[in-house]
């Protein structure tokens, strides 16, 4: 990610963070904070392991897990950096509602809307694969819950206004977070 910022700031001036949004205790602020949380805990669980401050959840402790880890957090890092590679100059971190960034619909983005979410929730399983303590357990579901909560509360309803029809007709084709999952309804357009 920060390399990500750096490579951002270096292309448009601006590192591409916009931050938690929502007033404090609303779900869009929830939203952000358990992103935060789940960050914090996704670090921390390789590092409570290693230091054996946590105990491994034992039916997930065993070798075949962690391949089936490693593959889940491998092939999920590469669809992030792909994913963050295909927006381009478009991509953020939270909305800023003044700003308005190009649509993006080519390379994941063809089937996926969130494909960068989808790559993350992948890294973040392989991860509690490899370390499967219940601390990368709950960064795992706090990632699902902030994820859901950004998506649907604050950047869906941002980019139905900020993109209008186009961005309409390509949530009915595209899934939120898997092909053909959670494509929005063409009745949920003048939300």
């Known amino acids: ?23 404090v205790g609303s779900a869009e602020w929830f939203g952000g904070v358990a992103f935060v949380a789940a960050t ?12 054996d401050l946590v105990d491994p959840i034992g039916g997930l402790d065993g070798v075949g897990t962690q391949v089936a880890g490693v593959v889940l957090y491998v092939v999920g890092l590469a669809e ?14 939270g909305v800023d509602e003044s700003e308005r ?41 706090l990632l699902v819950i902030a994820l859901e909560l950004q998506t649907r509360l604050v950047e869906e309803p941002y980019l139905v206004i900020a993109q209008g029809e186009p961005y309409a007709d390509y949530a009915q084709r595209a899934g939120r977070f898997l092909p053909g999952v959670g494509r929005l309804d063409a009745r949920r357009r003048d939300r």
């Open 40 to 51: 914090v805990l996704g670090v921390a669980a390789p590092v409570l392991d290693e230091v």
């Open 80 to 93: 992030l950096l792909w994913s963050q590679r295909a927006l381009g100059r478009s991509w953020r971190i």
């Open 1 to 23: 990610m920060v390399a990500r910022v750096l490579i951002h700031w270096r292309r448009t001036g601006t590192t591409g963070v916009r931050g938690i949004s929502g007033k």
């Open 101 to 141: 960034t190009a649509l993006v619909t080519h390379g994941p983005y063809e089937l996926v809307r969130n494909p960068i979410y989808t790559a993350m929730m992948a890294v973040f399983c392989g991860l509690a694969l490899i370390v499967p303590s219940v601390v990368a357990i709950a960064s795992v579901v």
